[in-house]
């Protein structure tokens, strides 16, 4: 699922790689960018090629140009570089941009005609480069208005005018980046009609959902407003904002949620790894902070309609139990530092710091191959195919002449009509009409529901069975093997694979589920195959399903196979009928001459 991949003991601060994926480009912490042939897969190795050093501090960020075969490069001496490749010298020669900035240049990002390229950095503004033939050098124009701080990271929309920032100012904007120069003037958008560079579209954190390729508003993000002051001129607010950031000299509160130094802090929940945080402060407030999803592991998301829904993390990594030390020990351990063994220092994750960079391998748009790039100075690359779709256990296809496959979609669902359909209100005897009108919720076997709900035109959506919903799945994760299977449903398995097919925001969630379920309920099985039938937990048998009932089945037969044949009361190794009535021909005169 994952391939692990150590570049060096300095962190990954930036990577990027070229079009065919056979080239790496990071720089480990300096002001030098290492260019790697590929070494992904197994066995392979790691070759350095080239060595780009022209930076006098540490590179930020970089960026590879898939058609032309150019690298950019910025850093934190307010430089950036663009990298050609001469195929004559077999090295690459740099050429400086024209950044005119005071401050470190913070991230870079081609365009998608990759014309042009854009640079963030501390100077609280965005350098838009292109190229000008007639001096033949890179040039910028600034995009200032309104940044109040710091950009941390750019991208382009594949239109090639917009593009959008985020700044520790806790804004995400969108701008015009378009350029007359080297550029034909935009047609209307659904952003504007007129594209000015530097046009702003937002100026606070909002939430957008894009169909069919239009932008529509959701909501505002940024909820929190302080109370505008009604007494006082205009040059005493205009005073107390230049003095204390603030338009009314008589607040005094501060736009935090404590309103004091922070005095005490702990865990409220989810164990070492902390879901809830609890604050202490000396404004006599206790605050819970939910903070969870702050990892060292990258998290899946799909988005349908808009909305995003969190599908699983993809790091699956367990932390090894200690066998060593004392109750009393441990429970110290576990006490001041949220882990069992002092000793212990590594993280329960596959990285083991922060992730700093993000790209996808292969797989388009939809990405079916992740690579990102940590603190701890890994290269890791997710298989996300893997870990959801066909390559896993619980993803296979149904058996058209099973009769186990049969019974298990013969299972109802809740579903939920979006069209009228005539002639089949029979199939609900409550309904009392002879069509199903629009808007109508009644249970139907899976195997229809599942033909009805992936058409192209959508005439129904069918639910999750409660037992495969969260709720459940949480009481799996904690404790599977006191869970009674065959109550929940006897071909519990078999229908969870046949669930995943249907479009679903949780249908994801089921194949790690029932895998991880299986995993963790196998050994007991496999103690109950092994114990004599006098010792048997007979209770513990009732609870297994179809799926889990052959397994013990074939376990047990062959567990009496064997003891059998250690006692001897095998049959034994004798001649074959055939063998003891067939008897030898005499030989004929003809033959003792030969």
């Known amino acids: 699922m994952t391939e692990k991949h150590l570049l060096g003991y300095d962190p990954i601060t930036c990577h990027a790689w070229n079009r065919d994926r056979s080239q790496l480009a990071v720089s480990l912490n300096s002001n030098e960018v290492s260019i790697f042939q590929s070494g992904t897969g197994r066995g392979a190795g790691w070759k350095l090629l080239h060595v780009l050093s022209d930076h006098a501090l540490r590179v930020t960020s970089l960026d590879w140009a898939p058609k032309t075969n150019r690298i950019v490069t910025c850093s934190a001496d307010r430089n950036a570089y663009v990298w050609i490749y001469d195929q004559a010298e077999k090295k690459?020669?740099?050429?400086?941009?024209?950044?005119?900035?005071?401050?470190?240049?913070?991230?870079?990002?081609?365009?998608?005609?990759?014309?042009?390229?854009?640079?963030?950095?501390g100077a609280r503004l965005i350098a838009i480069c292109y190229?000008?033939?007639?001096?033949?050098?890179?040039?910028?124009?600034?995009?200032?208005?309104?940044?109040?701080?710091?950009?941390?990271?750019?991208?382009?929309?594949?239109?090639?005018?917009?593009?959008?920032?985020?700044?520790?100012?806790?804004?995400?904007?969108?701008?015009?980046?378009?350029?007359?120069?080297?550029?034909?003037?935009?047609?209307?958008?659904?952003?504007?009609?007129?594209?000015?560079?530097?046009?702003?579209?937002?100026?606070?954190?909002?939430?957008?959902?894009?169909?069919?390729?239009?932008?529509?508003?959701?909501?505002?993000?940024?909820?929190?407003?302080?109370?505008?002051?009604?007494?006082?001129?205009?040059?005493?607010?205009?005073?107390?904002?230049?003095?204390?950031?603030?338009?009314?000299?008589?607040?005094?509160?501060?736009?935090?949620?404590?309103?004091?130094?922070?005095?005490?802090?702990?865990?409220?929940?989810?164990?070492?790894?902390?879901?809830?945080?609890?604050?202490?402060?000396?404004?006599?407030?206790?605050?819970?902070?939910?903070?969870?999803?702050?990892?060292?592991?990258?998290?899946?998301?799909?988005?349908?309609?808009?909305?995003?829904?969190?599908?699983?993390?993809?790091?699956?990594?367990?932390?090894?139990?200690?066998?060593?030390?004392?109750?009393?020990?441990?429970?110290?351990?576990?006490?001041?530092?949220a882990r069992s063994d002092p000793t212990d220092t590594t993280l329960p994750t596959v990285h083991q710091n922060s992730i700093t960079g993000m790209s996808l391998l292969s797989g388009g748009g939809g990405g079916t191959k992740l690579c990102t790039t940590g603190v701890d100075g890994q290269l890791v690359i997710?298989?996300?195919?893997?870990?959801?779709?066909?390559?896993?256990?619980?993803?296979?296809?149904?058996?058209?002449?099973?009769?186990?496959?049969?019974?298990?979609?013969?299972?109802?669902?809740?579903?939920?009509?979006?069209?009228?359909?005539?002639?089949?209100?029979?199939?609900?005897?409550?309904?009392?009409?002879?069509?199903?009108?629009?808007?109508?919720?009644?249970?139907?076997?899976?195997?229809?529901?599942?033909?009805?709900?992936?058409?192209?035109?959508?005439?129904?959506?069918?639910?999750?069975?409660?037992?495969?919903?969260?709720?459940?799945?949480?009481?799996?994760?904690a404790d599977p093997t006191v869970v009674d299977l065959h109550r929940l449903g006897p071909y519990f398995y078999e229908f969870g694979i046949h669930l995943q097919s249907l479009v679903h925001p949780q249908a994801m969630f089921i194949g790690p589920s029932l895998t991880s379920t299986l995993q963790r309920r196998f050994r007991v099985i496999l103690d109950q195959c092994q114990a004599l039938p006098e010792n048997m937990d007979r209770s513990t048998i009732a609870k297994l399903d179809h799926t889990e009932m052959k397994l013990f089945q074939v376990g047990h037969r062959q567990i009496e196979d064997t003891e059998a044949w250690l006692m001897n009361r095998c049959g034994r190794i004798a001649t074959a009928r055939l063998v003891e009535q067939h008897r030898k021909r005499k030989r004929a005169p003809d033959d003792e001459g030969r």
């Open 92 to 121: 690459w020669k740099p050429t400086l941009v024209l950044l005119r900035i005071n401050r470190a240049a913070t991230c870079v990002k081609w365009s998608p005609k990759e014309n042009k390229f854009a640079v963030g950095c």
């Open 382 to 477: 997710w298989d996300i195919k893997v870990f959801f779709n066909s390559e896993m256990f619980f993803n296979r296809p149904g058996e058209y002449l099973s009769i186990d496959d049969v019974l298990a979609t013969e299972q109802r669902v809740q579903c939920k009509f979006h069209q009228t359909v005539h002639g089949l209100g029979f199939l609900d005897n409550n309904l009392g009409t002879p069509d199903i009108p629009a808007g109508h919720s009644m249970p139907l076997p899976f195997w229809l529901a599942k033909s009805l709900s992936l058409q192209r035109r959508k005439i129904l959506t069918a639910d999750f069975p409660n037992v495969y919903k969260e709720s459940y799945r949480n009481i799996l994760a």
């Open 131 to 337: 190229f000008e033939e007639e001096n033949d050098w890179w040039v910028s124009k600034h995009i200032k208005k309104p940044i109040k701080s710091t950009v941390t990271c750019v991208d382009w929309h594949p239109g090639n005018i917009l593009l959008a920032a985020g700044s520790t100012d806790y804004k995400v904007r969108v701008y015009s980046a378009y350029v007359k120069e080297i550029e034909e003037k935009p047609a209307p958008l659904p952003w504007g009609s007129k594209m000015p560079l530097g046009q702003g579209h937002s100026c606070m954190p909002v939430c957008f959902s894009v169909a069919s390729g239009q932008p529509t508003l959701l909501a505002k993000l940024d909820a929190t407003q302080r109370k505008e002051s009604t007494g006082g001129s205009a040059m005493q607010k205009f005073r107390s904002l230049d003095r204390n950031a603030r338009s009314d000299p008589t607040d005094t509160t501060l736009p935090t949620v404590h309103q004091n130094s922070i005095t005490g802090m702990s865990l409220l929940s989810g164990g070492g790894g902390g879901t809830k945080l609890c604050t202490t402060g000396v404004d006599g407030q206790l605050v819970i902070w939910d903070i969870k999803g702050h990892s060292c592991m990258p998290v899946c998301f799909s988005v349908a309609s808009g909305q995003p829904t969190l599908l699983a993390k993809l790091d699956a990594t367990q932390r090894k139990e200690s066998t060593g030390g004392s109750a009393m020990q441990k429970f110290r351990s576990l006490d001041r530092n």
